[in-house]
């Protein structure tokens, strides 16, 4: 299924590394052209602060 994703709570992955954002990763990549690559890299892809947390009891929900 081209729409399937996976959702869970999280956090900021850069300081002030608030709460309450809620992550979903789809599961199919779509391409892409250099282009928009280079844009999320200067725009969106910083430099990650924080090292991937422990689950702590939280849900990880899947659409199907």
């Known amino acids: 299924?081209?729409?399937s994703f996976i959702r869970?709570?999280?956090?900021l992955t850069t300081p002030p590394c608030s709460e309450g954002?809620?992550?979903t990763i789809f599961t199919?990549?779509?391409?892409?052209?250099e282009d928009s690559v280079n844009q999320l890299r200067q725009n969106l892809m910083r430099k990650v602060y924080r090292p991937v947390q422990p689950l702590n009891n939280r849900s990880i929900f899947r659409s199907y």
């Open 28 to 33: 199919n990549t779509i391409p892409i052209n």
């Open 1 to 3: 299924n081209e729409r």
């Open 21 to 23: 954002v809620i992550w």
């Open 8 to 11: 869970y709570m999280g956090s």
